[in-house]
């Protein structure tokens, strides 16, 4: 059973940066495939970005691109979204997931929420104006 923790959350100025950390328990992240989601006060989950079990391809939404980027370090079984110039619409509830690696190749399966098998439990990110 894979865990995941999410941690780095926080109050940021406009503009700032703050840099989110998942740890993975239970594996090795290479037999994983990992997204980052968040959820605004009264909005849907929405797809952040995604990182394929290798760390070859990566994916965003329009909206965090160039300021948004994944990444994961196996020897620390730990995924991170760092995160630049972030904006108040950027406030909300960020969540790590995985899913087993080998399932998705394209934008469109690793944006949908339901292949991920695996979440964490949030964190917390306001950016003020």
């Not at 037999?31 to 929405?46: L, T």
């Not at 995160?83 to 394209?106: F, H, L, R, V, W």
Request: aromatic share 14%; charged share 15%; proline share 2%.
């Amino acid at each position: 059973q894979v865990q995941l923790v999410a941690s780095g959350g926080g109050l940021v100025p406009t503009g700032g940066s703050l840099t989110l950390s998942c740890a993975v328990s239970a594996g090795t992240l290479s037999s994983y495939e990992f997204g980052w989601f968040r959820q605004a006060p009264g909005k849907e989950r929405e797809f952040v970005a995604a990182i394929s079990w290798s760390g070859g391809r990566t994916y965003y939404v329009d909206s965090v691109k160039g300021r948004f980027t994944i990444s994961k370090d196996n020897a620390k079984n730990t995924m991170y979204l760092q995160m630049n110039n972030q904006k108040p619409e950027d406030t909300a509830i960020y969540y790590c997931a995985a899913m087993a690696a080998g399932y998705c190749s394209t934008y469109s399966c690793y944006s949908r929420l339901s292949q991920y098998n695996y979440w964490g439990q949030g964190t917390q990110v306001t950016v003020s104006s």
